[in-house]
C-alpha cells in the first residue's frame, strides 16, 4: 500500500511519476486504478434507507487505514 500513497498522473495520461524525497521516475502506464470501500465499518454512513450505528470515533477510525496522499488523488 505504501507504493500506491507516491503514484502521482502525470498530466496527459498513459505516465505514472512516482516521487520520494530526492528524486522522482516516470514510468509509460496503461493502467487503470479501481477501488472502492465502505464509508465506514458497517457501510451504512448517509444511508437513507439504514440506520448506521458508528460513532464518529469508529468512522474516523475506519477511514485512517487508508493513506491521505491517496485519498487525494481518488474519489472512493
Avoid: E
Avoid at 52 to 73: A, E, K, N, V
Amino acid at each position: 500500500m505504501a507504493i500506491l500513497g507516491c503514484l502521482a498522473p502525470a498530466p496527459g495520461g498513459r505516465r505514472v511519476t512516482i516521487s520520494r524525497a530526492l528524486m522522482s521516475i516516470t514510468y509509460p502506464s496503461r493502467l487503470m486504478l479501481v477501488s472502492a470501500m465502505n464509508s465506514c465499518h458497517g457501510g451504512y454512513v448517509g444511508d437513507p434507507q439504514h440506520q448506521c450505528f458508528c460513532t464518529p470515533i469508529m468512522i474516523q477510525h475506519y477511514r485512517s487505514h487508508i493513506s491521505g496522499p491517496l485519498l487525494d488523488r481518488k474519489t472512493l
